[in-house]
């Protein structure tokens, strides 16, 4: 067990009804007007509002609404509420709902009680450990914001960049009380609580998947937090309005994600880090895409440590040991996470997502390698190309690499790409792709080829000039200011993903639009 500091100051008001307890907390925390801030009409129309404007009332409260919050919280709501909270001297920010309610109140509340502006915050140009007061009411179980120290926003317009998705942490940011009613859960739609409770059962794995040793604690309680939500899940599926089974859910996305159960012990999100990726362009909703990536980063990584990975296995899906092959054992247990996963209606490829990568979308994504190469001033003399097979397709995944002159060259880097997918690809269904440049130099430094004739020379700098130019129009402006003419077909991703903000409530729109 290594080293850590654990701190969650939160008080939990946990059960039924006690949303209406709020203002009584408020008024023994010194408040005396609230901002009360949510997003959608799914409060108004299920009564909750009315019973919590009723609860402040009643504790001798003053209280102004401030309604608005999409998912992915913008910095534009934030200011219009700091401004409205100046204006009608608020001291004390009561947010109802999930993750971007409760982030935006967070970007309010420091912009109460600090002088600077939030994108300097939001940026890293200041930091601060003051904050105004914040309480919360939870209404969705998945993220767990109410006891977290995290805030994310995302500012619209920040020096010619557009729709930046940026993070401050802080504990002073973790809310004084956070009031849990898993019957405002109730409602959810099924695709909605089975996508949180994965996000919830994510959040866990991601931490407890570590090389750390000596960490048995921290795994009984990660394994029992799991066993919980795998069989509470699946109640809450199929009984809707089954009280303890949306309670396990809702106090366990708290404990999943307040760093309980990463204390003493090395973390990994790689699987977050790759779903946010595909939520970006494809626009899923991100418990789903976390269910669709996680096999796959599993089969390629549990040969590293098959033995935590059997523990798991057997811990949390009764797997039993095969004491003579504990690689046996690990892949079980993988399979036995998919079995779950369909079991709430969860997809486990990209296939099931809905998504089978197209030549264009390649292409994509060999450009934002060039990009992201040309910024950092590098050249790549390696080109890697990975498509993760589906569990149930006949054919095997792609590992491919090709190693090339050095190049940050956008159209070359595409052709290699599309070139090794069609040389590999047999059929059958994708779970995952991804690209990679490798063995990198700086580009300031470049070997000429001894078989490209001067003509072919030129055109290569031309193409490399027009590349650079290209880049420096998207930087000053945006993205989208100039475009292939390919990014207007069907199949393109380009213009789709570039007005998204990936997250935790990417394409909430399945069945209902809530806030989380």
């Known amino acids: 067990m290594i080293n850590f500091e654990f701190h969650n100051p939160t008080k939990v008001i946990f059960g039924k009804n006690v949303e209406a307890e709020a203002g009584k907390e408020i008024k023994r925390l010194g408040g005396h007007k609230v901002l009360v801030h949510f997003g959608g009409d799914y409060l108004q129309a299920n009564g909750t509002l009315d019973r919590i404007h009723k609860g402040l009332t009643d504790a001798g409260l003053e209280y102004v609404d401030l309604d608005g919050v999409v998912p992915n919280p913008r910095l534009s709501l934030v200011k219009k509420g700091i401004e409205l909270c100046k204006k009608e001297g608020v001291d004390f920010i009561l947010p109802i709902g999930g993750g971007s309610a409760i982030d935006s109140a967070k970007g309010i509340a420091y912009g109460l009680a600090n002088d600077f502006e939030l994108e300097d915050l939001l940026m890293g140009k200041v930091k601060t450990d003051k904050i105004a007061p914040i309480g919360c009411i939870s209404t969705i179980a998945a993220t ?85 939500v795998r069989e509470a899940a699946q109640v809450a599926i199929k009984t809707p309005d089954d009280y303890e089974a949306r309670a396990t859910l809702m106090w366990a996305g708290s ?34 895409g976390l269910c669709a990536v996680w096999g796959s980063w599993a089969r390629y990584v549990y040969k590293t440590n098959p033995a935590r990975f059997a523990q798991f296995a057997v811990r949390i899906f009764d797997v039993p040991e095969n004491f003579y092959d504990v690689e046996a054992t690990a892949l079980k247990g993988i399979e036995a996470w998919e079995d779950w996963c369909h079991k709430i209606g969860m997809p486990i490829n990209l296939h099931e997502l809905g998504i089978d990568p197209t030549d264009n979308q390649i292409k994509e994504m060999a450009e934002n390698l060039a990009i992201r190469l040309r910024k950092g001033g590098k050249l790549a003399s390696n080109l890697s190309l990975y498509a993760g097979a589906a569990s149930t397709s006949e054919y095997s995944s792609i590992k491919v690499s090709r190693n090339i002159e050095a190049t940050q060259n956008t159209k070359e880097l595409q052709d290699l790409a599309i070139s090794l997918f069609r040389e590999k690809y047999q059929g059958g269904a994708i779970r995952q792709i991804g690209i990679s440049g490798n063995q990198l130099s700086d580009s300031s430094v470049k070997q000429l080829s001894l078989f490209e004739s001067v003509q072919e020379n030129q055109t290569n700098k031309k193409q490399e000039l027009l590349q650079k130019a290209i880049d420096e129009i998207r930087e000053t402006f945006d993205f989208l200011s100039i475009q292939k003419a390919s990014s207007l077909s069907e199949d393109s991703r380009v213009i789709y993903r570039n007005k998204l903000i990936g997250g935790h409530a990417a394409s909430q729109d399945k069945e209902v639009k809530d806030v989380s």
Do not use: W
Not at 178 to 193: D, G, I, R, S
Not at 260 to 286: C, N, W, Y
């Open 144 to 228: 767990g914001s109410e006891t977290s120290n995290s805030m994310v926003i995302t500012i619209e317009e920040y020096e010619g960049q557009q729709n930046l998705k940026r993070s401050y942490n802080h504990d002073c940011a973790r809310p004084l009380f956070a009031c849990m009613n898993p019957e405002l859960t109730y409602t959810l739609p099924v695709y909605q609580t089975a996508s949180g409770a994965s996000d919830i059962m994510m959040h866990t794995m991601e931490r407890y998947f570590t090389n750390t040793k000596d960490v048995d604690l921290i795994d009984r309680i990660a394994e029992g937090l799991l066993v919980a």
């Open 255 to 288: 404990l999943s994600h307040n760093g309980l159960t990463g204390t003493g012990r090395q973390s990994d999100f790689a699987s977050h880090k790759i779903e946010h990726e595909l939520g970006g362009m494809f626009d899923v909703a991100h418990g789903a």
